[in-house]
């Protein structure tokens, strides 16, 4: 298993629409379950006062997460376009192995 850890700065007046859509049921986790290989999203709020939050997407294995997102780019990139303006920031934290 791996989890792909990201954490973002939303816009003040975005924080619930963030959270709809980032969220268990959001467009993200719908496109995501897709796959076989997708486990889970845990959307996590990090610090209200300044609307950082986190989300963990957990996989089976790199390898199949890398190839989801090879055979979905064009989706990735419409998801990605679509919800840029909630955002202030967007990093992604790291990559990591349960292993």
Do not use: C, H
Request: neutral net charge.
């Amino acid at each position: 298993m791996i989890q792909i850890i990201w954490e973002y700065k939303v816009k003040p007046d975005q924080a619930s629409n963030f959270e709809d859509i980032y969220g268990k049921n959001g467009e993200w986790v719908t496109f995501f379950k897709k796959s076989k290989a997708y486990k889970k999203t845990e959307l996590v709020i990090k610090d209200l006062e300044n609307n950082m939050y986190m989300t963990i997407d957990t996989w089976k294995s790199l390898d199949l997460y890398e190839q989801f997102f090879k055979q979905n780019l064009k989706e990735f990139k419409r998801l990605n376009n679509k919800f840029k303006n909630l955002l202030l920031e967007e990093n992604q934290v790291g990559i990591f192995s349960e292993d």
